[in-house]
């Protein structure tokens, strides 16, 4: 059983920086395409950024370009997701997703496994 759990999510300001893990066990992490969504209290969830399985390609949502970075270390089957320059509007829970067939899906519905959710919550 494929199980991801994410990390490193709480309560910061405004302008400053955090780093979300997600551990996935289970499974085999390398062959599987990783990604970062998140929901915001009333809205979908939504794309954030996503990593290939060698890391070879990546993706962000335009909303975070130039702010996140995407990372994995497939020796401690994990995922990162580091935040900087944090707005009240990146308030929201985040997911981590696992993907076994595509090199860099973008959608939720293309994710095989998902995490509980790391909330995020960024003050003014």
């Known amino acids: 059983q494929v199980q991801l759990g994410e990390s490193g999510g709480g309560l910061v300001q405004a302008g400053d920086s955090l780093r979300l893990s997600c551990v996935v066990s289970?499974?085999?992490?390398?062959?599987?395409?990783m990604g970062w969504f998140r929901q915001a209290p009333g809205k979908e969830r939504a794309f954030v950024a996503a990593?290939?399985?060698?890391?070879?390609?990546?993706r962000y949502a335009d909303f975070v370009e130039g702010r996140a970075t995407i990372s994995r270390d497939n020796a401690k089957d994990t995922v990162y997701l580091q935040m900087n320059s944090l707005k009240p509007e990146d308030t929201a829970v985040y997911y981590c997703?696992?993907?076994?067939?595509?090199?860099?899906?973008?959608?939720?519905?293309?994710?095989?496994?998902w995490g509980q959710g790391a909330q995020v919550t960024v003050s003014s």
């Open positions: 289970g499974g085999r992490f390398s062959s599987y395409a």
């Open positions: 990593i290939s399985r060698g890391s070879g390609a990546i």
């Open positions: 997703a696992a993907d076994r067939f595509r090199l860099i899906p973008t959608t939720s519905r293309e994710y095989d496994y």
